[in-house]
């Protein structure tokens, strides 16, 4: 049988995986706190070819009546979505509870770049880190995020926020305290203070949707203040890291590959047919 | 499948309601007291396809195994935003403004008793009543209430003034303003006022604001804001067309694997 027609298969099931992630980057572009995946393929492993009956072998390498041609790959699969924690742009929006994490500025651990989450606890009571700092307080007083996660304080409690302060004018400082009456000194008073984890290898999480990571089998400390390099700005979000010109020209490259792929199972098709034909009077 | 065609429809619908909120804004850009809304996205569950369950076979991962694929947008939220709009004079003494937080109480008779709803919009009108006085009435009928939440009578023979805390002057009565616990509970109830879908006790009277007599506040949409964002949406849009298409080319080289 023709190896190579599964061959090309698996190269369409591979880029179709890829589109899938690009047409969800592309969806994304004006998700706050989004960051893009990045789709890498793998060969399948590798597999060693043979020759069956071949008298000229050597008997020293091979078994006797064995010869290996050498390795081949039968083709190829989306092996990872590797999530990008590249720094978005922060953008201005002027709502009252809107926070913006920077940590551009952080430096290299082992060559690699820590990055920098809110810690939030989902409806199970379970801890998301998220870059969405788009956040909202509800009728408990409690912050949270728009799909209702409580953000967590530096002690790693939900933060609660009273009402008067989140009908009145609210400020929230680099270092993430949140100040009521800013401009008023005899009531100016602070809140509470934004909690924030440090994780030194972001390819560790694991998405879960709604903008949020879990991190399996870790449970990094919410920081008490903020590493070098970090800071937080109020009143800002990070919009998604998505480049769009990039992704579509990625997508426009993508739909070349699978178009190429096909065009092989097509000429293995046609070789099938020929093989057909042999038979024929 | 290819679900990238289910990915992009999520795309369209997302940009489709952010449109629909801005085109919501413009339309509104004169409306007196009106409180623009802005919509926010978020990412639509992933899951994660177990390809290779063996993690040792997989070598030079960079990520815990398995491809997390996320599912595309939705919106999760319009929010309420609330800032102060420009003051407008119009030296007309039955137009009010509040300068601060807050919303204005008005009322419609159900019945035996009044429903409160809020509003910022403080352009009223007189409706005499038939003994000798007459209650302030915004555009929609909607009657003014004080902080007791009773409709404001005010005698014809006085000269209509309020203070900056909003007592009458020759009368008892003070203009109730009200802030609310979550303000993004409030719900658009059509003509310019809202209806509060929370609990009573989450509704509070505040005296940190100020009403000015003899403004108006104009509608805090800045159309700069609006025409960029509705330019960058439906790039947004567009994208996700060009999305569709795409799955739709793919689609149609999967179907062409068969030559006819």
Same mark, same amino acid.
């Given at each position: 049988?023709?190896?190579?027609?599964?061959?090309?298969?698996?190269?369409?099931?591979?880029?179709?995986?890829?589109?899938?992630?690009?047409?969800?980057?592309?969806?994304?572009?004006?998700?706050?706190?989004?960051?893009?995946?990045?789709?890498?393929?793998?060969?399948?492993?590798?597999?060693?070819?043979?020759?069956?009956?071949?008298?000229?072998?050597?008997?020293?390498?091979?078994?006797?009546?064995?010869?290996?041609?050498?390795?081949?790959?039968?083709?190829?699969?989306?092996?990872?979505?590797?999530?990008?924690?590249?720094?978005?742009?922060?953008?201005?929006?002027?709502?009252?509870?809107?926070?913006?994490?920077? #940590?551009?500025?952080?430096?290299?651990?082992?060559?690699?770049?820590?990055?920098?989450?809110?810690? /939030?606890?989902?409806?199970?009571?379970?801890?998301?880190?998220?870059?969405?700092?788009?956040?909202?307080?509800?009728?408990?007083?409690?912050?949270?995020?728009?799909?209702?996660?409580?953000?967590?304080?530096?002690?790693?409690?939900?933060?609660?926020?009273?009402?008067?302060?989140?009908?009145?004018?609210?400020?929230?400082?680099?270092?993430?305290?949140?100040?009521?009456?800013?401009?008023?000194?005899?009531?100016?008073?602070?809140?509470?203070?934004?909690?924030?984890?440090?994780?030194?290898?972001?390819? #560790?999480?694991?998405?879960?949707?709604?903008?949020?990571?879990?991190?399996?089998?870790?449970?990094?400390?919410?920081?008490?203040?903020?590493?070098?390099?970090?800071?937080?700005?109020?009143?800002?979000?990070?919009?998604?890291?998505?480049?769009?010109?990039?992704?579509?020209?990625?997508?426009?490259?993508? !739909?070349?590959?699978?178009?190429?792929?096909?065009?092989?199972?097509?000429?293995?098709?046609?070789?099938?047919?020929?093989?057909?034909?042999?038979?024929? !009077? | 499948?290819?679900?990238?065609?289910?990915?992009?429809?999520?795309?369209?619908?997302?940009?489709?309601?952010?449109?629909?909120?801005?085109?919501?804004?413009?339309?509104?850009?004169?409306?007196?007291?009106?409180?623009?809304?802005?919509?926010?996205?978020?990412?639509?569950?992933?899951?994660?396809?177990?390809?290779?369950?063996?993690?040792?076979?997989?070598?030079?991962?960079?990520?815990?195994?398995?491809?997390?694929?996320?599912?595309?947008?939705?919106?999760?939220?319009?929010?309420?935003?609330?800032?102060?709009?420009?003051?407008?004079?119009? #030296?007309?003494?039955?137009?009010?403004?509040?300068?601060?937080?807050?919303?204005?109480? !008005?009322?419609?008779?159900?019945?035996?008793?009044?429903?409160?709803?809020?509003?910022?919009?403080?352009?009223?009108?007189?409706?005499?009543?038939?003994?000798?006085?007459?209650?302030? /009435?915004?555009?929609?009928?909607?009657?003014?209430?004080?902080?007791?939440?009773?409709?404001?009578?005010?005698?014809?023979?006085?000269?209509?003034?309020?203070?900056?805390?909003?007592?009458?002057?020759?009368?008892?009565?003070?203009?109730?303003? /009200?802030?609310?616990?979550?303000?993004?509970?409030?719900?658009?109830?059509?003509?310019?006022?809202?209806?509060?879908?929370?609990?009573?006790?989450?509704?509070?009277?505040?005296?940190?604001?100020?009403?000015?007599?003899?403004?108006?506040?104009?509608?805090? /949409?800045?159309?700069?804001?609006?025409?960029?964002?509705?330019?960058?949406?439906?790039?947004?849009?567009?994208?996700?067309?060009?999305?569709?298409?795409?799955?739709?080319?793919?689609?149609?080289?999967?179907?062409?694997?068969?030559?006819?």
């Amino acid at each position: 049988m023709l190896r190579g027609i599964d061959t090309a298969a698996s190269g369409m099931i591979a880029l179709q995986r890829r589109q899938e992630a690009l047409t969800n980057n592309l969806a994304n572009i004006e998700t706050p706190g989004y960051k893009k995946g990045d789709t890498t393929l793998r060969a399948f492993p590798e597999v060693f070819l043979e020759r069956i009956n071949d008298s000229k072998a050597s008997p020293t390498e091979n078994a006797p009546g064995f010869s290996w041609i050498g390795s081949m790959q039968q083709g190829v699969y989306a092996q990872e979505n590797i999530s990008s924690f590249l720094q978005g742009d922060l953008v201005e929006t002027n709502n009252p509870f809107d926070v913006a994490i920077d #940590d551009r500025n952080i430096p290299l651990v082992n060559g690699k770049k820590p990055s920098v989450f809110f810690a /939030v606890t989902n409806s199970g009571g379970e801890i998301r880190y998220t870059r969405n700092g788009r956040f909202t307080v509800d009728e408990a007083g409690l912050l949270r995020t728009l799909e209702g996660y409580a953000v967590l304080n530096n002690q790693g409690k939900p933060i609660q926020v009273d009402a008067n302060v989140a009908s009145g004018e609210v400020s929230i400082t680099s270092n993430g305290e949140i100040i009521a009456n800013p401009d008023d000194p005899s009531k100016r008073k602070i809140v509470d203070t934004i909690g924030l984890v440090l994780i030194q290898n972001p390819n #560790d999480l694991i998405k879960e949707g709604n903008g949020t990571f879990k991190l399996d089998g870790q449970n990094p400390a919410i920081l008490s203040e903020l590493p070098e390099g970090v800071q937080l700005h109020h009143k800002m979000i990070e919009n998604s890291n998505v480049d769009p010109t990039m992704t579509m020209t990625n997508m426009m490259e993508n !739909v070349r590959l699978y178009e190429a792929n096909q065009k092989v199972l097509q000429a293995y098709d046609r070789s099938l047919e020929l093989l057909n034909s042999i038979g024929r !009077v | 499948m290819n679900t990238s065609l289910y990915i992009a429809t999520s795309g369209l619908n997302s940009y489709q309601k952010k449109l629909d909120t801005i085109a919501n804004n413009i339309a509104n850009a004169e409306t007196a007291g009106f409180k623009r809304r802005e919509a926010s996205f978020e990412e639509n569950l992933a899951i994660s396809i177990e390809n290779q369950k063996a993690a040792n076979r997989e070598i030079g991962r960079m990520t815990p195994n398995g491809v997390r694929a996320g599912f595309g947008v939705h919106v999760n939220g319009t929010q309420l935003i609330l800032d102060q709009g420009v003051p407008k004079a119009t #030296d007309n003494p039955l137009d009010l403004m509040i300068s601060g937080q807050g919303f204005f109480q !008005v009322g419609k008779r159900q019945g035996g008793s009044i429903e409160a709803f809020y509003t910022r919009n403080g352009s009223f009108q007189k409706s005499p009543t038939n003994n000798g006085t007459y209650r302030l /009435v915004n555009a929609e009928g909607y009657m003014l209430l004080d902080k007791n939440n009773q409709p404001i009578d005010i005698p014809n023979d006085i000269d209509f003034s309020v203070s900056e805390s909003g007592t009458i002057a020759s009368t008892n009565q003070q203009i109730g303003i /009200v802030t609310f616990e979550n303000p993004q509970k409030l719900l658009g109830e059509g003509g310019n006022v809202f209806r509060y879908t929370g609990s009573a006790n989450e509704v509070l009277a505040t005296a940190n604001s100020t009403i000015q007599q003899g403004y108006i506040e104009s509608s805090n /949409v800045d159309l700069s804001k609006e025409v960029t964002d509705m330019i960058t949406t439906q790039r947004g849009f567009q994208f996700n067309s060009r999305s569709i298409s795409y799955a739709d080319q793919m689609l149609g080289i999967a179907n062409g694997i068969i030559r006819s």
